[in-house]
């Protein structure tokens, strides 16, 4: 018996985004799938820590612990963000410590099962 597999193609969540204080992304459905992944990607100087938040509501929000932590230091760089969760809801925060910088980041979603 077939099924769908529910996606959400690539889309920009942030555009041009001042690292030079905190970035919260667009909030994202992520009803019908299970797994997000983030591309993110930087330019600059940039000092902080990049986070996960998740939600059921869209009103309280909290982090997704992440295998490994994301951070800036202080140089251009890129990363990826894979995650598995249940939630509803989902975005992407980066929180500045120091320095300058310009963020794109873009999200997929997926079920990995139809």
């Known amino acids: 018996m077939g099924g769908t ?3 959400i193609t ?3 969540i942030v555009v041009d985004g001042d690292m030079s204080s905190t970035i919260t992304g667009e909030s ?11 591309q993110i990607k930087y330019t600059g ?3 902080g820590t990049f986070s996960v938040q ?6 309280t929000w909290e982090d ?7 951070t800036a230091t202080g140089s251009a760089d890129n990363h990826f963000i894979d ?7 989902i975005r992407l925060v980066y929180t500045a410590s120091s320095g300058a910088g310009t963020l ?7 079920s990995i099962s139809a």
Do not use: H, W
Request: aromatic fraction near 8%; charge should be negative; proline fraction near 6%.
């Open 5 to 7: 597999k529910r996606v």
């Open 10 to 12: 690539p889309y920009d």
């Open 28 to 38: 994202t459905n992520i009803l019908y799938t299970d797994r997000v992944s983030y």
């Open 45 to 47: 100087t940039p000092t």
């Open 54 to 59: 998740v939600s059921n509501d869209e009103e």
């Open 64 to 70: 997704l612990t992440l295998s490994v932590p994301v």
């Open 83 to 89: 995650c598995e969760t249940g939630a509803s809801f």
């Open 104 to 110: 794109q980041a873009i999200l997929v979603a997926k």
